[in-house]
């Protein structure tokens, strides 16, 4: 009788040991689950080699036959395009499900449903600013288009056929490690993703920075600081290009517009932690035939985006009766996003205009709900949001949205002690069916019919690279823009004063966006500047308008004839600094006495050349950031207060012209500072942390390039990559930012010949070999060539030959 | 114990399991073990090992032939992501002995409750030879006493 107790007492002890390893205890996930082989870490293990296979897969109507390349690149085949469409869902999920999934959680401000409280900040900002109603508005627009409708729906089902099939078998490691299940994927994950995108790259603007920028050193100061129009332009549209087109008058000036020398408050930016680095951006170009050895053009692209795993590009070939297109999209979203057909070949680069305002809200006094604009008391409409946190609590708040936007900022989202509401008007909030755009351009045949896909893209706005095999090249700067008066969303505005009608809707017409079709040059090229000359009618805000990489780009295209591929593989690779080239010459004179220096030994050699190895290249960063911050204290953030440093141009401009800038005199001293005295002490301090950090004098150790898991997990990410570069150079790759993939497209003998790499794999799944096979390659300036197929059969005797 | 029948529980113990796994929830073993501890012919501590050993070699390997070929890196990777949050580095071929331990003793725990229960039902057929062996044993002790 006691041995059967005994017996009892341990069988409920057991169960209970299995009980509690099999459930998730707050962040920590079920380790039963985890450590079992068959159901946890041990079978993501994928021992397959990256090798060419053939698979096929039963669509909606169909079979879609999916040959894998030897990179684990998918090519599909399919006899119509619901099932081309339902295998690319199929075969992005089964490589990519959590990162996609991942994305839609975040862009929804749902990260606390993974994760617990300590993502609610971030997703109370990314419900604040607006992500989610964005592509609310969004679906509806995609859904009513029947084109649209056909591809997202079967897109959707081909993406739900692998959830389900992963919920049986092999889910991502992810999925295990944080403890919860994929939910059904819903087409406004897609609206979500190109949401989310939007912010990325237009999140950004200075309205705020900016206001108190003037307010504390007053107009003349601040127009040196932080000029419109850089002093040695080169912008995207060639400087003699004539506009001939008759522009949309300005909007007018409102009587109370604003009055930037008004005594407004100082405004501190709580989201800045949240808003995207300075200093990402993108290259792209084209050449004509007059510039090249094979006589045809030759197109290339690297857009810089924050390193992360899995890779936020997702490559593949996509082929159905009247589609032939191939290049890379972001996991989540159908079509191709970067590519080229048998006809053109397309690229895109972020374009730095400003489309995002803010304006403070006058409450009604005594009455919560109402605001002011255009000269009467408005409603506020009010959004109930819910987080569910898991682990914890849910919470809820009430976003309240004026007819501009969001009040992004209130009481209850604020840092500041008088609680200034502010509302935010951003073109990436407007319901958009942007998609519409890349499927007009993966069918494109010329460059009419660029432009006319062009037509149906609002945000963000990209400049858009073109190449032919009819030897035309173009660029155009495209998305919605309003049509300004003169620095118009430069500094906060009232909503008081707004006219609701411009900001709802008085645009450059699609026909009068920035562009340039086969310049006398010989070659168009962008990398993130100002995208015109003082020539353009309208008035153009920037909001990190690039002026170094630029003229890299445009000095070696200009000097270069005869032009190869490999010559486009060094530009893309290229680790010459500008703003060294540029900066040192003029600070080295001032530290003269510092000659006998090592560090100053090896500045005054330096060939302003950042390859990983550099150690001149560590030091003149570190010293260039020491300098700054010292010679811009004024400009730091304090707790009232947020603001943003010049322009490295502009400080060159600075030391250059005005070596006397009262902004040189160090805040909270007796003496008064100098230019002299700011570059001394900062190189006093460069060559002091370099004493203390001597294993950091290495570039590639001081800027630790690393590449990221988009959950954190260092295990899964890599560090001190050996890649050269940095911000403002071709090469960008600083610390957490490059070149997201580098693409070539040589259009020699009327053929179209892709060349390619990126910094990641085609796999998500940590435990493949394809997770991060191209990473080494990518570090070295190497490139795979693509194969594009014609056709299946095509497809199917290269897989033969390689087998 | 049996030798013999020692040896085939544990294989059909590890056998059983891995297959159950591919289809059922990752704590299909538990319930196997425990069957098999009901209805096996071992006595408590072997009973045990049982369950222990036949887990164990289950669960070591079959992720043995998991990780062939990519020599622990991914498992070191887990470890790694796993220790962390105790400060600690945890190498994948640890993690591999941690698991079948952890795993071995679920499977020996459940086993000897399942022989424990049993040990007193008068229907089961092994419980009872087991008892004759036991009086048989008494009688002679008796008998050396008399």
């Known amino acids: ?803 | 114990m049996k030798p013999v029948t020692f040896a085939i529980q544990i294989i059909l113990i590890a056998l059983i399991s891995w297959g159950l796994s591919y289809i059922l929830p990752w704590w299909i073993f538990t319930v196997i073990c425990f069957i098999s501890g009901l209805i096996a012919y071992q006595s408590g501590f072997f009973s045990f090992l049982t369950g222990f050993i036949g887990v164990g070699l289950y669960y070591f390997t079959y992720s043995s032939i998991l990780t062939r070929g990519d020599n622990f890196s991914f498992a070191n990777k887990i470890g790694e992501i796993l220790g962390s949050s105790m400060n600690a580095q945890i190498g994948g071929f640890t993690l591999l002995c941690v698991g079948a331990v952890l795993f071995g003793l679920l499977g020996g725990f459940f086993a000897w409750s399942g022989t424990l229960i049993a040990s007193k039902e008068p229907s089961n057929r092994l419980r009872s030879r087991r008892g004759r062996n036991k009086s048989k044993g008494l009688k002679l002790d008796l008998k050396r006493y008399q």
Request: charge should be negative; proline fraction near 5%.
């Open chain 1, 1 to 803: 009788m006691t041995k059967r107790l005994f017996g009892i007492i341990l069988l409920i002890i057991s169960i209970a040991l299995t009980v509690l390893l099999g459930i998730n205890i707050g962040s920590t996930p079920s380790i039963g689950k985890l450590l079992s082989p068959s159901h946890g870490f041990w079978s993501n293990i994928d021992l397959h080699p990256i090798a060419s296979e053939q698979i096929e897969i039963d669509g909606p109507n169909g079979k879609a036959t999916i040959i894998y390349d030897e990179n684990h690149i998918p090519h599909i085949f399919a006899d119509n395009e619901e099932d081309l469409y339902y295998a690319q869902g199929y075969v992005m999920a089964k490589d990519r499900l959590w990162q996609m999934e991942f994305i839609s959680y975040a862009a929804s401000g749902r990260l606390t449903e993974i994760v617990g409280v300590k993502a609610l900040a971030l997703d109370r900002y990314h419900r604040r600013i607006g992500l989610k109603k964005a592509a609310e508005e969004s679906l509806p627009i995609l859904l009513a288009d029947p084109v649209i409708e056909k591809t997202v729906t079967s897109f959707t089902k081909g993406i739900n056929q692998f959830i389900s099939e992963a919920k049986r078998g092999k889910l991502p490691i992810e999925y295990k490690l944080l403890g919860y299940k994929p939910q059904e994927w819903k087409p406004i994950n897609s609206a979500l993703l190109l949401k989310y995108m939007a912010n990325d790259l237009t999140g950004t603007d200075n309205d705020i920075e900016y206001t108190n920028a003037m307010n504390l050193l007053g107009r003349d100061i601040f127009d040196i600081l932080y000029p419109d129009y850089p002093s040695q332009p080169d912008p995207i549209i060639p400087l003699e290009t004539a506009f001939n087109f008759e522009a949309l008058p300005a909007p007018s000036v409102p009587s109370k517009a604003v009055d930037s020398t008004a005594p407004l408050a100082f405004y501190k930016n709580p989201i800045q932690s949240f808003l995207p680095q300075r200093g990402l951006g993108s290259n792209n170009w084209a050449v004509s035939g007059t510039k090249t050895a094979s006589g045809k053009p030759i197109l290339c692209n690297d857009p810089h985006l924050g390193l992360t795993f899995p890779s936020i590009w997702y490559e593949m070939q996509l082929s159905a009766p009247g589609l032939n297109v191939y290049g890379v999209t972001l996991p989540g979203a159908p079509g191709i996003i970067i590519g080229y057909n048998e006809h053109i070949a397309w690229g895109v680069t972020n374009a730095g205009m400003d489309v995002r305002d803010w304006y403070t809200v006058e409450r009604k006094p005594g009455d919560d709900t109402k605001y002011k604009a255009q000269g009467e008391w408005k409603e506020f409409e009010e959004i109930q949001e819910t987080y569910i946190v898991k682990g914890g609590k849910n919470v809820t708040e009430t976003i309240k949205w004026t007819a501009v936007g969001p009040v992004v900022y209130d009481k209850d989202f604020s840092e500041r002690k008088d609680k200034q509401d502010l509302t935010m008007s951003w073109l990436a909030l407007k319901g958009t069916n942007d998609l519409m755009a890349f499927h007009k351009l993966n069918r494109a045949k010329n460059h009419q019919e660029y432009l006319e896909a062009l037509n149906a893209y609002w945000c963000p706005a990209q400049n858009f690279v073109y190449a032919d095999i009819h030897n035309n090249i173009a660029i155009k700067e495209h998305g919605k823009f309003w049509i300004r008066y003169p620095e118009q969303g430069k500094f906060l505005q009232k909503l008081t004063e707004a006219d609701l009608s411009q900001i709802e809707n008085y645009f450059i017409p699609n026909n009068q966006t920035p562009y340039v079709l086969n310049p006398a040059r010989g070659f168009v090229s962008s990398a993130n500047q100002i995208p015109v000359g003082k020539n353009y009618p309208y008035y153009v805000l920037g909001f990190d308008y690039e002026n170094f990489r630029n003229r890299r780009i445009n000095e070696f295209l200009a000097q270069s004839s005869d032009i190869t591929v490999d010559d486009m593989k060094k530009l893309q690779y290229d680790n010459v600094s500008i703003h060294a080239r540029e900066a040192l010459p003029l600070m080295l004179p001032y530290i003269a006495k510092r000659k006998s220096s090592d560090i100053y030994e090896k500045l005054a050699k330096w060939n302003f050349v950042t390859d990983y190895e550099s150690q001149a290249a560590s030091y003149f960063y570190k010293w260039w950031e020491y300098f700054e911050n010292i010679a811009w204290d004024e400009l730091k953030n304090t707790d009232n207060a947020s603001f943003i440093f010049p322009q490295e141009y502009t400080a060159i401009d600075i030391i250059k012209n005005h070596p006397a800038f009262p902004l040189f005199d160090i805040k909270g001293t007796q003496k008064t500072e100098t230019l002299q005295d700011v570059l001394l002490i900062s190189f006093d301090s460069t060559v002091a942390w370099f004493n203390q950090h001597p294993d950091q004098k290495e570039f590639r150790f001081y800027k630790n390039t690393s590449i990221k898991h988009m959950s954190q997990l260092e295990a899964f990410s890599e560090r001190y990559i050996k890649i050269g570069g940095y911000a403002h150079i071709v090469n960008a790759t600083s610390s957490r930012w490059g070149a997201s993939v580098r693409f070539i497209i040589d259009f020699k003998d009327g053929q179209v010949q892709g060349y390619g790499m990126y910094p990641g794999g085609q796999s998500g799944n940590p435990g493949s070999k394809a997770y991060n096979s191209f990473v080494e390659a990518w570090a070295e300036g190497k490139y795979y060539r693509h194969q594009f197929f014609k056709n299946l059969d095509e497809a199917k005797n290269s897989l033969n030959s390689t087998l």
